[in-house]
């Protein structure tokens, strides 16, 4: 089979991808996220994927829902491995029509697997979530105070309607319990990480890039440089049209 296996850990990857090759399969590898694995994976459809959930759960789940989404794409088969029980039992909700399995089994399970006849179409996460402010997607809480760094002029448009109680401030001399960073080039993206870690300590740390690409910014850009500094990704959203945003904590 020609698999493509979804796993935000290279080491850890390469073992399956072993696995895998000596079962006779050929594999190709997804370590980071973007939009580039939907456009792979329309232009040349993998007999399976395979998704590991023991990291970024909530990523694997937002690929099984594209996947399923996706006109000529939707009948793949897709093969989760691992993860945390009370997260895959979520997923299982959502992506009823996949096949879970552990990381021990997952050889042997793959020979089970076969295009979905009629797949189970779930809502994609712009519809599941469509409704959300952008302060309820950061994490904004009534009478929180929250810390604005390197702002655009009309970052206070960019966040919108704030809960009751709560409020921006641009670069605050105390460590407050929510941090928003605004990058706009790489060069100053990089400058501040060793400050950023530093306020992951903390505060909650959200990273902001802009989607067009325009300034050498992107998601896979952002993630290298927190994980180089020692930061740990765990959420992203969309928080307008123009700007995205990845959460970042101290790995432990």
């Excluded at 959300?132 to 929250?146: H, N």
């Excluded at 109680?165 to 501040?192: I, K, Y």
């Excluded at 505060?203 to 896979?220: Q, T």
Aim: proline share 6%.
């Amino acid at each position: 089979m020609r698999l493509r296996l979804i796993h935000w850990n290279h080491e850890e990857a390469r073992p399956m991808i072993e696995e895998l090759e000596a079962a006779g399969h050929s594999v190709e590898l997804t370590s980071s996220v973007g939009s580039d694995i939907m456009k792979y994976l329309r232009a040349t459809p993998p007999d399976a994927v395979i998704i590991n959930l023991s990291r970024q759960p909530s990523r694997g789940r937002e690929i099984g829902v594209a996947i399923r989404n996706g006109k000529s794409i939707k009948h793949i088969p897709i093969l989760f491995v691992d993860g945390d029980p009370e997260k895959v039992a979520g997923i299982k909700k959502v992506l009823p029509d996949a096949v879970y399995t552990s990381r021990v089994r997952f050889v042997k399970t793959l020979r089970m697997v076969k295009p979905v006849a009629n797949p189970v179409v779930p809502l994609g996460m712009m519809e599941r979530f469509g409704n959300r402010t952008t302060a309820q997607k950061l994490g904004i809480g009534r009478d929180m105070r929250v810390a604005v760094v390197d702002p655009p002029a009309d970052f206070e448009r960019v966040i919108g309607p704030l809960p009751q109680g709560a409020s921006l401030e641009e670069n605050p001399r105390e460590v407050l319990r929510l941090t928003v960073w605004f990058t706009h080039d790489p060069d100053s993206l990089l400058a501040g990480m060793r400050r950023m870690r530093a306020l992951a300590a903390k505060s909650r740390l959200w990273i902001l890039w802009r989607k067009n690409k325009a300034d050498g910014l992107d998601g896979g850009l952002i993630r290298a440089a927190g994980i180089e500094a020692g930061l740990v990704d765990y959420k992203i959203c969309s928080v307008d049209a123009t700007w995205s945003a990845l959460a970042f904590a101290r790995k432990k």
